[in-house]
């Protein structure tokens, strides 16, 4: 949804839902009504608007949610994507106490709390601790925007940024604590989701390459690993389109192993002599390192 005017979100969630506007009016208000509505003619009440939007999956606060920030909202956000930024680097110990400096003012506000309790989980998960922990923060921070959340079935529901976020986040603990299959459900769905968002935010871009990457290792775990191939190029062509490539050396390798593990070792050596190289030239070492020893192990390739 790369417009903002309520007419126009309503439109593109009522086509998304193959709703047409009598099945989305009844019991409302007119169909006529609705068309008004969308073409930004008509204003409606609030009750008639909350109305409108609960049938559609969502709400005024989830679009609001979307679309705005207050500035004191905005201002917490840039300095927790510090935090994050911190965090995607591999500072641990430095986003930390990034994050404790922004407790108190977390607090103030349910959509920073939200964000706050994102990044505090993140923190934790990667320094492999309880996941339980883990889980417990995310299932809160969740609660906050989506109070009855129906964890297996939200493949048509309207989801912020974050809220993907918290849920791909959530996918990655389940796997870490031995629970794959849940990890792969929950994954499938979200990616269901970001699929129907149709919108050119980069984060929901960047977010469907990253939930793709997951759903990949999940499925490789499983040795489901057609199904994890399909997900790979699905990364791959998504990196690719969005011009975000920060994951893709990651995403290529997983796509050696895929090839590898069903028997295409000619492709495999193609990707692993190109992408180690390319790895430590962007200095992501430990990755480089990992590949190498892959490719020495199971190719007896020296790179």
Do not use: W
């Not at 009598?22 to 609030?46: D, F, K, W, Y």
């Amino acid at each position: 949804m790369s417009n903002n005017t309520m007419g126009e979100i309503i439109r593109s969630l009522r086509k998304r839902l193959h709703m047409t506007q009598e099945e989305l009016a009844e019991g409302i208000c007119s169909s006529i009504s609705v068309s008004r509505i969308e073409n930004g003619t008509q204003m409606p009440s609030n009750t008639v608007l909350e109305a409108l939007l609960s049938r559609l999956g969502t709400s005024t606060y989830q679009i609001c949610n979307i679309y705005y920030q207050t500035d004191k909202q905005l201002a917490f956000s840039q300095e927790a994507d510090q935090a994050a930024e911190l965090l995607r680097s591999g500072q641990l110990s430095e986003a930390k106490d990034k994050l404790a400096s922004l407790e108190k003012s977390a607090n103030s506000d349910p959509v920073n709390m939200q964000y706050y309790l994102l990044l505090s989980a993140t923190a934790l998960l990667y320094e492999e601790t309880d996941m339980e922990k883990v889980l417990s923060i995310l299932y809160k921070a969740i609660e906050i925007t989506k109070p009855s959340f129906d964890f297996s079935d939200f493949r048509n529901e309207l989801l912020t940024v974050r809220e993907a976020n918290i849920l791909n986040v959530i996918s990655a603990a389940l796997f870490r604590s031995g629970e794959t299959i849940r990890a792969i459900h929950l994954g499938e769905e979200l990616f269901c989701s970001l699929r129907k968002h149709v919108s050119a935010v980069s984060g929901y871009n960047l977010l469907r390459v990253n939930v793709a990457f997951n759903l990949a290792q999940y499925m490789e775990k499983e040795h489901r690993y057609k199904e994890a191939l399909t997900y790979c190029q699905e990364a791959e062509s998504l990196s690719m389109d969005s011009q975000d490539h920060m994951l893709l050396p990651e995403i290529q390798f997983i796509k050696a192993k895929l090839l590898h593990l069903q028997g295409n070792d000619t492709e495999c050596r193609i990707i692993l002599k190109a992408i180690i190289p390319y790895m430590e030239l962007v200095k992501k070492t430990e990755f480089a390192e990992l590949a190498r020893n892959f490719a020495e192990k199971e190719l007896n390739l020296f790179i």
